[in-house]
């Protein structure tokens, strides 16, 4: 076997187990950003834990055909790249569109959410979820409010009763 052929594998596997590990992924256009949006770009996802790749389009449909996710194959046209989020699902397309919105030259393409494929849509609207840290906050404090509210209430009987006595 050739060493091309060898090295191309090896990036087919490489791609593979990023798609597999992976709980979400995002497609982007990225062509027309400069070198320092781009820097900038790389440096935000990297400090968030989000991995942003190129890989030759061809060695990543070879990677998407063989885990059974066809539908990605349609999107992956012209210059793109690839975000791959292992934690958080929400937070690489989250990273990507807000600084789409400062940055028109990068566009969202598609994505896979845990084997589902998205659309451009589909991910601006995963875009806007907040993250699972903020929803729990939430949750707690939605929560809490009743009981506070319960509890200022019995201590509101407790006073107006021993001022009664």
Known sequence: MNKNRELKEAKVAEIKEKLEKSKSVVLSKYQGLNVEEDTTLRKNLREAGVEYKVYKNTLTILAAKELGLDGIVEYLEGPVAIAFSYEDVTLGAR???DFAKDH???ELK????EGEI???TKIKQLATIPSKEVLIAKLLGSIKSPISS???VLSAIADSKETAE
């Open 150 to 152: 319960f509890a200022r």
């Open 95 to 97: 990273i990507l569109n």
């Open 118 to 120: 998205y659309d451009e």
């Open 110 to 113: 598609a994505g896979i959410v």
């Open 104 to 106: 028109k030259a990068l």
